[in-house]
């Protein structure tokens, strides 16, 4: 049982343009959901969280934005460099069964200068 | 280093031969997760220390797997008598507190069993 999907496995975006990358959840008791960038041979970095009291987060070129009603994710990155792609998860916790995050695949990130 | 650190980086066993993980979290870190990470899939989770209180380990696979903080910080992975389906990435999480906290993670052991 999938709780956290993307559903994209790869997205190519141009530099200088906007990145979207998504992530649909299904349990309804996540709580907090946060985004991680992750290079080759190298473990998943934080990038931005988002708590389920907010439809909004941003810092500097990277925002994300919570859909409660519709239990969609989403992280938008402008304008995208060629130094972020990278594979991105989204994770989610729910704060009924302890501080464990629950990841999805990953979305495959390619900027192209 | 301030981050998380995992040795080795990469480990091969022998199928049936015991592997140790070793996780030194940032310090004062009070929580610690380990997951493994299959190729081309997100982390999964398989347990959770609080200090030395390990408080979740509903994502062990099998008795097989065991895993130990006896003094709240350095966490070691034990897996007996490793079998193929073992190979993964492990990888190492710590974070300051409990609940919203990111997870700080480590670059991870890579375990091949052949």
């Known amino acids: 049982d999938q709780q956290v999907k993307q559903n994209s496995p790869s997205l190519s975006v141009q530099e200088g343009r906007i990145s979207i990358l998504n992530c649909d959840y299904t349990?309804?008791?996540?709580?907090?959901f946060l985004w991680y960038k992750k290079y080759p041979a190298e473990g998943p970095t934080f990038l931005i969280s988002?708590?389920?009291?907010?439809d909004k987060n941003e810092d500097g070129r990277f925002t994300v934005f919570l859909n409660k009603s519709a239990k969609h994710l989403s992280l938008h990155i402008v304008p995208s460099q060629p130094g972020d792609s990278a594979v991105y998860f989204c994770a989610a916790r729910d704060g009924t069964s302890g501080s464990r995050l629950t990841f999805g695949e990953g979305t495959q990130l390619t900027v192209n200068p | 280093g301030a981050g998380v650190s995992q040795s080795p980086r990469y480990k091969v066993a022998k199928r049936g031969q015991d592997v140790a993980l070793r996780c030194d979290p940032i310090?004062?870190?009070?929580?610690l997760f380990w997951y493994q990470q299959a190729l081309g899939q997100g982390p999964e989770f398989l347990t959770y220390f609080q200090n030395e209180a390990q408080l979740d380990k509903s994502g062990l696979p099998s008795d097989r797997f065991f895993a130990e903080r006896p003094e709240g910080s350095v966490s070691t992975l034990k897996i007996q008598r490793t079998q193929q389906e073992d190979s993964a990435v492990y990888l190492c999480a710590s974070s300051l507190v409990w609940g919203n906290s990111p997870l700080h993670f480590g670059n991870g052991t890579r375990l091949t069993v052949t």
């Open positions: 988002i708590s389920s009291i907010k």
């Open positions: 349990n309804s008791m996540f709580d907090y």
């Open positions: 310090s004062g870190h009070v929580s």
